[in-house]
């Protein structure tokens, strides 16, 4: 059974580029998104986040008719969910994954649903989503079989795909990346490779739904203790008095020896969430994976603590000053180099909170972001132009290109990501 009309609800980071490369093979697709602005925006032509190439991309598949954006779905031959799949209680040791987004996406398409149809979750999620996701879709369509009850003949087709590209490079690696495809059913996962095959150059390996979710977390909780290292080897090396990037750089020189950079934190909608769905579910047995994410959250803190005593050493340096005095420019808000993706970002949450205890001036420089978010109000969003001349404390937090080739002139520098402290 052929897919002419493909729907992809969620229209961010992963579903508007996926929706726009199935237009660009002239597929008919659907778009459906809760934000209004992200609709018109598309509808328009035009698109409402930062991706290199997509931009083009969707221009092209609006203006030829395959692509339309809209707050309702309807029907289609193949739907694809790529919504949020948050934390609730937060603040609790172990967060609880929130289904919330899956499950208003699953009552949203159950309406359009017939016949023949193929759903695949997108969403990173805990392992038992995609079973968790049909059970809903049974309940709202009781007319409808679906593979939890009748397998192979199920009315319905129901698979994990969980998406595996890295932001700035999502076009590229949408088309060029192999893909994971976990289906109910075998005729579940030939029909979700069917699907992909469309524009994925990359193999397609098939395995069931439950390994398939499991795969993507596993993929970023190992990139997460590796991070975890680096960043509990930049605190040691900093009280050992040991300039932790050259120490990287010599271990590195072992054939064997592939360490990665520390920085302030772990950020995105990945690597800093991914581990938690496998902590809440086993929370004895995942013991280095719970461990890497404590060292990792309590990065922002340790770094709040240097800004801390950089303060106290320029005000024994200037006692003519006080705290009131001091401005602080934080260079770099988003989770990673040369993307506007705030999400999780370790940068923006010291930066807002130096905002918060910090009663001087708190600067920021953020070249991939003209506009702060209506609710961020603890600092100024400014040039590096202007953080240079008029800050007192340097803090760098994210890599962005724009910074590698720049120096600030002071003695009161703190870089997280070791570009300018390289001496």
């Known amino acids: 059974m052929s897919f002419n009309t493909i729907s992809v609800v969620g229209l961010g980071y992963i579903g508007l580029p996926t929706a726009a490369m199935f237009a660009s093979r002239k597929k008919k697709v659907i778009g459906v998104d809760v934000n209004q602005h992200a609709i018109d925006t598309i509808n ?41 799949t948050p934390f609730k209680n937060i603040d609790s040791q172990i967060p609880e994954p929130d289904l919330t987004y899956i499950h208003k996406a699953s009552e949203a398409i159950a309406p359009v649903l017939k016949k023949g149809d193929l759903v695949i979750l997108e969403s990173t999620s805990p392992v038992g989503a995609t079973e968790q996701m049909a059970d809903w879709l049974a309940a709202a369509r009781p007319d409808l079989s679906f593979p939890q009850h009748v397998g192979e003949n199920a009315d319905v087709n129901i698979a994990h795909c969980p998406e595996r590209v890295l932001p700035g490079h999502v076009v590229r690696e949408l088309v060029e990346n192999d893909r994971v495809i976990g289906g109910m059913t075998a005729n579940c996962s030939a029909r979700a490779v069917e699907l992909y095959k469309t524009f994925v150059q990359g193999e397609c390996v098939i395995t069931n739904a439950r390994t398939a979710e499991m795969a993507k977390l596993t993929e970023n909780s190992c990139r997460d203790v590796q991070i975890a290292f680096a960043n509990e080897l930049s605190i040691i090396c900093d009280k050992l008095d040991i300039n932790v990037w050259e120490l990287i750089s010599l271990a590195n020189r072992h054939p064997r020896i592939n360490i990665l950079q520390p920085g302030p934190g772990v950020g995105g909608h990945c690597i800093a969430v991914d581990p938690w769905f496998i902590v809440s579910k086993t929370p004895d047995e995942a013991q280095i994976i719970h461990t890497a994410r404590k060292v990792n959250d309590t990065k922002p803190d340790w770094v709040i603590n240097k800004v801390k005593l950089a303060i106290a050493d320029f005000l024994q340096a200037n006692p003519a000053k006080t705290a009131k005095d001091v401005t602080i420019a934080c260079y770099g808000l988003a989770f990673k180099p040369d993307i506007d993706d705030l999400r999780e970002s370790p940068a923006l ?41 008029n800050a007192d404390i340097h803090l760098l937090l994210v890599d962005h290109l724009e910074f590698k080739d720049k120096r600030v002139i002071s003695e009161f520098v703190i870089d997280t990501k070791g570009i300018w402290n390289v001496e």
């Open 349 to 389: 949450n010291i930066t807002k909170l130096l905002g918060e205890v910090h009663i001087g001036t708190v600067l920021a420089v953020e070249p991939n972001i003209k506009v702060l978010p209506s609710n961020i109000k603890e600092f100024d969003l400014v040039t590096f132009e202007l953080a240079n001349a």
């Open 44 to 84: 328009r032509g035009e698109i409402h986040i930062v991706e290199p190439e997509l931009d083009m991309i969707v221009h092209a598949a609006v203006k030829e008719g395959y692509l339309k954006a809209t707050l309702i779905p309807e029907q289609a031959d193949a739907f694809l969910i790529a919504v949020p």
